[in-house]
């Protein structure tokens, strides 16, 4: 079964600022990685994903992360933080092999942005 | 636009009532999920639906049964509410995909607290 870290709980930081999440995973098989957000009083949604090719991929908002196959690493940044950044990130994962998408979650990070 | 609308937002229910969570989404997607949300523990999954009438439990079952009747719906079930279970419950479909690259989409939650 895979499992996933999310290495902070709680971040704050100020506007401008660049943002780093990072997020582990262990699992001996192939998978696919997500990055979802939780913005205050909305539902859960898809920041960003990647299922192969180019390791560094590109989200909304400009996020963008870097999956390091030989770290099982797939570390979620941002270069310039604005306040509507305020919010829970979870990095998550699935099987390659699991064709109904099961998702594994990490704990989430949430980040405060201050102006 | 998927949309996945669970009916109840926030409920406030007695240990040992019966409880129920329905869920329902218009882009007839194959898979429905029921996660749990809690603080510092991020999403688990509770139980999955991958067809009308198949269920598949995940990780945290206990305490929990679904239904799936109809495509479009899935219902969690709580027999007998404890307090343990409350919890923010989370909502998901997503098409079956090629490889396990599929997408889930959230609904926005419901919130039970259980007295």
């Known amino acids: 079964a895979q499992s996933v870290s999310q290495h902070n709980h709680h971040v704050i930081l100020s506007e401008a600022a660049s943002l780093e999440l990072g997020c582990n995973y262990s699992y001996g098989g192939t998978v696919n990685l997500f990055w979802y957000v939780q913005y205050p009083g909305q539902h859960l949604q898809l920041l960003l994903k990647?299922?192969?090719?180019?390791?560094l991929v590109k989200g909304i908002k400009g996020f963008e992360a870097e999956f390091i196959k030989s770290k099982f690493s797939f570390n979620l940044r941002k270069p310039s933080v604005q306040w509507s950044d305020t919010a829970e990130y979870f990095c998550a994962v699935n099987a390659r092999s699991d064709s109904w998408g099961k998702l594994q979650f990490g704990a989430g990070t949430q980040v405060v942005v201050t102006p | 636009d998927v949309k996945v609308t669970q009916s109840s937002r926030y409920l406030v229910k007695r240990t040992g009532e019966k409880v129920f969570l329905e869920c329902v989404q218009d882009m007839d997607h194959e898979n429905m999920f029921w996660y749990r949300q809690d603080p510092g523990l991020g999403l688990r999954l509770i139980y999955f639906s991958y067809d009308v009438k198949m269920k598949e439990k995940g990780d945290i079952p206990e305490g929990y049964s679904v239904s799936r009747e109809k495509k479009e719906r899935f219902s969690l079930i709580l027999e007998s509410a404890s307090t343990n279970q409350t919890s923010m419950y989370l909502c998901?479909?997503?098409?079956?995909?090629?490889?396990?690259?599929?997408?889930?989409?959230f609904g926005a939650g419901s919130r039970l607290t259980v007295l």
């Open positions: 998901a479909s997503s098409p079956t995909g090629v490889a396990g690259a599929n997408v889930l989409t």
């Open positions: 990647y299922f192969s090719g180019d390791p």
